[in-house]
């Protein structure tokens, strides 16, 4: 059983910080997946990384995937009072089916004071 | 026009009941998924299927049953319900493989009284 250690699990900062969230395993990954759940809704998809050492950049976020593919984050820089939210990685392992679903790490909740 | 959806929202019933969830999507995914969000937001995968065949089962008790009429409906019937199964059930959908973003409907609150 794959697990994910998702660090911090709450995280309350001013408007213009930075942050970063982490996504820990001694698993290794086929891909990782960060998404951004709001209240009362189901969780969407901000970004998909599947090679290691890989980044990519969304706006003010930047994730990053791990050498080894077994560990992640994700930077904010100069964060925004919307920047508030639950965020969860969740990574895939590719058993030959490619239904296996998702292992989520536990969720970072994230609140940005004006 | 909604990508996932699931019936009901809420849910309230009594312990020992049982209830249904239908969820269906119209983005042609041939993989769909049940997942279950307890109390601290923990999302756990229950169920996905392929093509309206069972893929994988988490070791979820046999009360739930999953079942696929077709390619975009994957239902979740659950038999004599108990406390523990108060929680939000997510259903999602993708295309096949373990690279592809997974799409969520909003959940279905289930508490049991």
């Known amino acids: 059983t794959q697990l994910l250690e998702q660090s911090p699990q709450f995280l309350s900062i001013q408007e213009g910080e930075n942050l970063t969230v982490y996504c820990n395993s001694s698993?290794?990954?086929?891909?990782l997946q960060w998404y951004r759940q709001e209240p009362g809704e189901g969780p969407v998809l901000l970004v998909t990384v599947v090679t290691g050492g890989e980044v990519k950049k969304l706006k003010r976020l930047t994730f990053q995937f791990g050498d080894a593919r077994k560990d992640s984050s994700l930077h904010i820089t100069a964060a925004q009072p919307g920047d508030t939210g639950l965020y969860l990685c969740?990574?895939?392992?590719?058993?030959?089916?490619?239904?296996?679903?998702?292992?989520f790490g536990k969720g970072t909740h994230l609140i940005i004071q004006p | 026009d909604t990508a996932v959806s699931q019936t009901p929202k809420y849910l309230v019933t009594q312990m020992g009941n049982d209830k249904s969830i239908k969820c269906e999507q119209n983005l042609g995914h041939d993989t769909m998924y049940w997942y279950k969000q307890d109390s601290k937001k923990f999302l756990k995968i229950m169920f996905s299927?392929?093509?309206?065949?069972?893929?994988i089962n988490e070791t979820v008790p046999n009360r739930f049953s999953p079942k696929s009429p077709d390619k975009a409906h994957l239902n979740l019937h659950i038999n004599s319900l108990e406390l523990g199964d108060s929680a939000v059930y997510f259903c999602a959908s993708s295309q096949l493989g373990v690279r592809q973003p997974q799409h969520f409907g909003d959940g279905t609150r289930l508490s049991i009284l």
């Open positions: 299927y392929n093509n309206k065949e069972l893929i």
């Open positions: 698993s290794v990954f086929s891909s």
């Open positions: 969740a990574g895939a392992v590719d058993s030959g089916g490619g239904a296996d679903g998702l292992t």
